[in-house]
């Protein structure tokens, strides 16, 4: 579709279109992808329109129809998935009790998969091992304390602070992005403890040491508030202790796993911070080919 043929689409939307924007900025979407997600749903819209299909009545069914009319279009797959992701911003912009395009999206070749997890054994393990001896060991337990019990992203402890940390009623807020949903999770009463030791001392002669003033919880050494580095050699020194250790994205998976077998689905798509179900979903299989065979259950498409 030409530049000219969007802009007559989204001039056909306009106040639809104006609200969706509006709900995308609140989100934190940059200004180019919110206009290309208003392109894509005035594409959507428009083809909703000619078939005089109800935007709030569309089905599965519906979407495969609107993917193979792209098809038809000669749209590529990648196309057609932004397509689909604009869709699923949309749905989701509307509140609708379902979302018909939640976890639908063209297979565009191997997917990563959740493998070589570590067990609920190998991770206590790994934090019983590693052993605090100054500064930087006592940050890097209170890392791997949150990546173990909470599954945090890398993002994720990038963004906390102190506030963050409820001590006294054992909770921690998480707060959420473009990328995972905020939540609040409960605080292990073995971490309590480790949490208040590094609020009070750790932290505070880390900042004192760099004559730094942030409001990020966890920094590096060298005063960095970027924590790549400090992820590395935490990795390195974990990997000593089991040679399974790979890195931070590993451990988060190895988590959702495990909780996965106790938890229900939707409490661990909360937990995790998962914006879909379908996400939570592709840990619930623990070998490779019943994994596959779930992916292919819920991305059909080829």
């Given at each position: 579709?030409?530049?000219s043929?969007?802009?007559q689409?989204?001039e056909k939307?306009?106040?639809?279109?104006?609200?969706?924007e509006?709900?995308?900025?609140k989100?934190?979407?940059?200004?180019?992808?919110?206009?290309?997600?208003?392109?894509?749903?005035?594409?959507?819209l428009?083809?909703?329109?000619?078939?005089?299909?109800?935007?709030?009545?569309?089905?599965?069914?519906?979407l495969?129809?609107?993917?193979?009319a792209?098809?038809?279009?000669?749209?590529?797959i990648?196309?057609?998935?932004r397509?689909?992701?604009?869709?699923?911003?949309?749905?989701?912009?509307?509140?609708?009790?379902?979302?018909?395009?939640?976890g639908?999206?063209?297979?565009?070749?191997?997917?990563?998969?959740p493998?070589?997890?570590l067990?609920?054994?190998?991770?206590?393990?790994?934090?019983?091992n590693?052993?605090?001896?100054?500064?930087?060991?006592?940050?890097?337990?209170?890392i791997?304390?949150?990546?173990?019990?909470?599954?945090?992203?890398t993002?994720e402890?990038?963004?906390?602070?102190?506030?963050?940390?409820?001590l006294?009623?054992?909770?921690?807020?998480?707060?959420?992005?473009?990328?995972?949903n905020?939540?609040i999770?409960?605080?292990?009463s073995?971490?309590?403890?480790?949490?208040?030791?590094?609020?009070?001392n750790?932290?505070?002669k880390?900042?004192?040491?760099?004559?730094?003033?942030?409001?990020?919880?966890?920094?590096s050494?060298?005063?960095?508030?970027?924590?790549?580095?400090?992820l590395?050699?935490?990795f390195?020194?974990?990997?000593?202790?089991?040679?399974?250790?790979?890195?931070?994205?590993?451990?988060?998976q190895?988590?959702?796993?495990?909780?996965?077998?106790?938890?229900?689905?939707?409490?661990?798509?909360?937990?995790a911070?998962?914006?879909?179900?379908?996400?939570?979903?592709?840990?619930?299989?623990?070998?490779?080919?019943?994994l596959?065979?779930?992916?292919?259950?819920y991305?059909p498409?080829k």
């Open positions: 579709m030409k530049p043929e969007y802009y689409l989204k939307h306009f106040f639809i279109l104006s609200e969706f509006g709900f995308l900025q989100q934190g979407y940059a200004k180019g992808t919110i206009e290309a997600y208003k392109n894509y749903t005035a594409d959507f428009n083809w909703l329109e000619g078939l005089r299909i109800n935007k709030e009545q569309v089905n599965y069914n519906d495969l129809n609107f993917i193979k792209k098809q038809i279009g000669n749209n590529s990648k196309l057609i998935n397509k689909l992701g604009a869709v699923r911003k949309y749905y989701e912009y509307l509140q609708l009790d379902k979302n018909p395009a939640s639908l999206y063209l297979k565009t070749g191997k997917q990563t998969l493998i070589n997890l067990t609920k054994e190998e991770l206590e393990e790994i934090y019983e590693y052993h605090i001896i100054d500064l930087r060991t006592a940050r890097n337990k209170t791997l304390n949150l990546l173990i019990n909470q599954a945090l992203t993002e402890l990038h963004r906390l602070e102190p506030r963050h940390i409820k006294k009623p054992g909770k921690i807020e998480i707060p959420g992005s473009k990328h995972s905020s939540r999770l409960k605080l292990e073995s971490q309590i403890l480790e949490l208040q030791d590094y609020l009070q750790t932290r505070i880390i900042l004192q040491q760099n004559k730094l003033q942030t409001s990020q919880l966890l920094i050494m060298s005063g960095s508030l970027n924590l790549k580095n400090s590395y050699h935490l390195v020194a974990l990997k000593k202790i089991n040679p399974k250790v790979n890195h931070a994205m590993q451990v988060r190895s988590v959702i796993a495990e909780w996965l077998k106790t938890k229900d689905l939707r409490m661990v798509q909360y937990m911070g998962h914006k879909y179900v379908s996400t939570t979903e592709r840990y619930q299989v623990n070998n490779l080919e019943d596959e065979e779930a992916l292919n259950k991305h498409l």
